[in-house]
């Protein structure tokens, strides 16, 4: 059997790794569909009809096997961390309260209009639904984030001991929810999941452009549909994709400040050095130098003074601390220095796939382009990919501590839970986990293959005046 808190560990993570791609499709179709949304009231246009039941359909498919993994994970904190929840509860569970009152239950009320109340409500009334649907989505991520960023900048906090465990007290709610990480986690991870989004819409649209072609007059309904799609996806990526390199600089700079051992580990810096360059492309010759990555020894390209000048904002020459300075021990650096650079470069890729769409755009050969329409599809997950691997970076790169400098991983696992127990647990939530990821996957491409509504059948159920294809975008 494995050791309870490593097998505490492994469930946490498989259980976050899974449920965070419906929260990631949810956060980042909310805007959309909110456009959508306001698109089809304010025009005659079918098309904005057609994509808001298309993507509404996903929507609610991953609002419904999101909560259904969210949930699991709440249970977890008094399952697995028992001692962490007793340490932290009265700080920690404020967010997630408030997430459930006020996040979870304005969009719970208001999907069942968005979803089902289009015909049956007013204009204003609908568009209030969708609104009020978007908002509870991000605010859920304000108060998951809040709860997180705490662990890695608490503030606002007085230790005591409560029958002879340590126990965090709530003084000050304002520094504490208001902490220095959270305004950095909630743009980060709300850039990444609209930045997401858009490549899965993207994909999506170009694989049905690149099979069916857009000159295919017997399909020029669907095939509209989709250019609008991947239309409205590429002015997204434009704007999302620089966005996200530009935060994340600034946001390096952040940990760097707050949480030196995790910067160290995300450049596998050991010794103490100046003039620290970026790698970033790094190829390891050897099996230790990926289980054991260590910046100097591997064979790579680097931006010399790079990860100096993003550690203090701009001065190459500025000292980096090692890993070897700090007391605790470091996080698994592996882990989270090959993390960091896939998601770099995710991140650059991007930027690239974006402005190489917004030049074909300009130049009239959107369409034409096979090898672009390709490379969206190739790309269709990798948004979602790069948002795992980030959130791999922040949470391996916080080890040892559940609770920065305050609580460690090993000391916040129940202190009654027995390696059989841990074991059993986690071997139970793989197999249901991955039978909702299977199932969650067979039904959003189902969705897919199906492809939008005919503007026929929406005429059909809406009944008011016939809307006409308006001709070619």
Do not use: C
């Not at 069942?112 to 989505?137: I, N, P, Q, W």
């Not at 550690?311 to 007391?327: V, Y």
């Not at 592996?334 to 130049?363: K, Q």
């Not at 490379?375 to 790169?397: D, R």
């Amino acid at each position: 059997m494995l050791d309870p808190v490593i097998a505490s560990r492994l469930q946490f993570a498989l259980t976050t790794i899974v449920h965070i791609i419906f929260p990631v499709m949810s956060m980042g179709l909310a805007p959309f569909l909110i456009y959508f949304t306001w698109k089809d009231i304010r025009s005659d246009d079918p098309v904005y009809e057609q994509l808001r039941r298309f993507w509404t359909k996903i929507f609610a498919v991953s609002f419904v096997v999101g909560t259904v993994t969210g949930i699991v994970l709440e249970f977890e904190f008094g399952t697995n961390f028992a001692a962490f929840s007793t340490a932290a509860g009265e700080l920690f569970g404020g967010p997630l309260a408030t997430e459930g009152m006020m996040a979870f239950m304005l969009e719970a009320t208001f999907l069942g209009v968005f979803v089902f109340g289009r015909e049956k409500v007013s204009d204003s009334l609908y568009m209030v639904s969708a609104v009020a649907v978007g908002l509870g989505t991000w605010l859920s991520a304000v108060w998951i984030l809040v709860a997180n960023s705490w662990m890695q900048t608490p503030r606002g906090f007085e230790l005591a001991q409560e029958g002879g465990q340590l126990v965090v007290l709530l003084v000050d709610p304002i520094a504490a929810y208001a902490n220095p990480r959270f305004p950095w986690m909630f743009v980060h991870m709300q850039n990444a999941a609209v930045l997401s989004v858009a490549l899965f819409m993207a994909g999506v649209a170009a694989y049905h452009i690149w099979r069916r072609g857009i000159g295919d007059d017997d399909d020029r309904e669907a095939a509209r549909f989709w250019r609008k799609t991947l239309k409205v996806a590429i002015v997204v990526l434009l704007v999302t994709a620089p966005l996200q390199a530009i935060h994340g600089d600034a946001y390096g700079r952040h940990v760097y400040e707050t949480q030196p051992q995790k910067f160290a580990a995300m450049e596998a810096v050991w010794e103490t050095d100046s003039y620290v360059p970026e790698y970033i492309f790094a190829i390891p010759t050897s099996l230790d130098q990926i289980t054991d990555p260590r910046a100097k020894e591997l064979f790579g390209i680097g931006i010399p003074g790079g990860a100096s000048w993003l550690a203090s904002g701009g001065d190459p020459q500025a000292e980096i601390t090692g890993l070897n300075e700090f007391e605790t021990e470091a996080p698994p650096v592996a882990i989270v220095f090959w993390s960091f650079r896939l998601m770099v470069a995710a991140g650059f890729w991007f930027i690239l796939l974006a402005f190489w769409a917004g030049y074909r755009w300009l130049t009239g050969d959107l369409y034409d382009d096979d090898l672009l329409h390709k490379a969206f599809v190739g790309s269709s997950l990798l948004g979602i990919f790069a948002v795992e691997v980030g959130w791999i970076v922040t949470e391996v790169g916080r080890q040892p501590w559940v609770i920065q400098g305050i609580l460690k991983t090993q000391d916040g696992v129940s202190p009654g839970l027995t390696g059989l127990e841990a074991t059993i647990t986690l071997v139970g939530f793989a197999l249901v986990y991955t039978g909702l990821l299977a199932l969650y996957t067979y039904v959003v491409r189902r969705i897919i293959r199906e492809g939008p509504p005919s503007i026929d059948s929406i005429e059909t159920a809406d009944s008011p005046a016939p809307k006409g294809v308006t001709g070619d975008d």
